[in-house]
């Protein structure tokens, strides 16, 4: 059974997570990259991981890890698999959207950015318009869950009608995978990426993406990267069963851990149903002091809440965070471009127990900084 995590300072933001005792423990081991029982951890992790998407290889989906954190796996996908006279849609409504526009101007990708505020979704017939006036878009990039706000973007809809239209359809669900569903058939992912330390609750160290085999394989010669190169990345793994170049064998034996223990918590209906508890929990406790959530509530997802600075004098975020931390607990600051905002998480190995001893250190340090606010009725 898994052991609660000692010692450290729960992280209540978005990555890297608190993790449990048992998974820090798997790391102390020195396995060998070409060692069998390594070759095995990595095998089981990559069809465990089509397990989680609800895919698999029989109808053709493969998994493959990359060495970095997340965005090394996004550029991973950005970089290798968009067709030198391809153009890629990047749909932004945060930082996260933001991202990917700028790795495809470093990476000099053609590509246009559909834009739209921070506290609204992407309207899929924007989307189909904007696909239909430009014929020369070949791949479709959106974000899942946007940790900027927290907020859950419409990835099904928007593949739909991309794939439809016979684009490829790339998903950073980073912050979303293992903990808010999503069928990638219905919603014609070609590249979805993640990372180790995220919902899954490992440590950093590597990303991984969930693909569609057809679309890996006539994506070769493309690549603008050795080192990230995922086509050359899976067929290493798929000849040999090794990565090209070191991997991070103690990151990987977290993760192996990680899906054992995702597994005896009851998969990701029952991690899902854990965040939203810490949830709903969080925003019950914040109403209660008086915080106001960023997003409308039927637009947040229960990853990660973004809550305004309280319009109070005495307010000031340095000095919250700080005695927040004094008394123990770490939170994360906004991201939110016209808004002044800060966030907390809901995943990684926290429990509602954890968010309502968060909620009395919050009710002390706004005691302590003197600041006073009016509570409005829980929505
Ligand atoms: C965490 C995250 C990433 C990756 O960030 P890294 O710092 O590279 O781990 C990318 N997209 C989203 C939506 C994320 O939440």
């Known amino acids: 059974m898994s052991l609660p995590a000692a010692h450290d300072k729960p992280l209540f933001t978005p990555g890297p997570l608190t993790t449990s005792a048992t998974i820090k423990q798997a790391m102390l ?30 109808d053709g989906y493969e998994a493959i890890l990359m060495q970095g954190s997340g965005t ?5 996908v950005l970089s290798s698999t968009i067709p030198r006279d391809g153009k890629l849609l990047v749909i932004a409504n ?31 017939d924007e989307v189909r318009d904007q696909l239909g006036n430009d014929p020369q878009i070949t791949d479709v990039a959106v974000v899942h869950c946007e940790t900027t706000t927290g907020i859950i973007n419409p990835v099904t809809e928007i593949g739909f009608i991309a794939g439809g239209m016979g684009k490829r359809v790339i998903v950073d669900s980073m912050s979303g995978f293992g903990a808010i569903p999503l069928d990638l058939r219905a919603a014609s992912v ?27 394989e006539a ?8 080192s990230l190169d995922l ?27 990680a899906l054992v223990e995702l597994a005896q918590e009851g998969g990701i209906a029952a991690r899902a149903q854990r965040y939203q508890q810490n949830y709903r929990c969080l925003v019950d406790g914040m109403a209660k002091l ?5 997003l409308p509530r039927d637009l947040q997802g229960y990853i990660i809440t973004s809550f305004r600075y309280p319009e109070h004098p005495q307010f000031d975020f340095e000095q919250f965070y700080s005695l927040l931390n004094e008394r123990g607990f770490v939170i ?5 471009s016209n808004a002044d905002c800060f966030r907390i998480g809901n995943i990684g190995r926290l429990f509602p127990s954890d968010v309502r001893a968060l909620l009395g250190a919050i009710a002390d340090s706004i005691a302590e900084m003197g600041v006073t606010l009016p509570v409005t009725s829980a929505r």
């Open 29 to 58: 081991r020195d396995l060998g990259s070409r060692d069998v029982e390594f070759i095995a951890i990595v095998r089981a992790i990559r069809s465990s991981l089509l397990e989680i998407a609800g895919v698999s290889t029989m």
């Open 72 to 76: 090394f796996g996004i550029e991973s």
């Open 94 to 124: 945060g930082a996260y959207g933001e991202r990917i526009a700028k790795m495809a101007a470093v990476l000099q990708i053609p590509h246009t950015v559909l834009r739209c505020a921070e506290d609204t979704v992407p309207a899929p």
């Open 190 to 216: 070609d590249y979805l990426i993640s990372s180790a330390n995220k919902c899954l609750e490992g440590v950093p160290g590597f990303s991984f993406v969930v693909c569609r085999r057809t679309s890996l």
């Open 219 to 226: 994506s070769d010669g493309n690549a603008r990267s050795l």
């Open 231 to 257: 086509l050359a990345q899976w067929r290493g793994l798929e000849t040999n069963g090794q990565f090209r170049f070191t991997p991070p064998t103690h990151a990987i034996l977290a993760f192996h851990q």
């Open 290 to 294: 008086g915080f106001e959530e960023y």
């Open 332 to 336: 994360y600051p906004g991201k939110v």
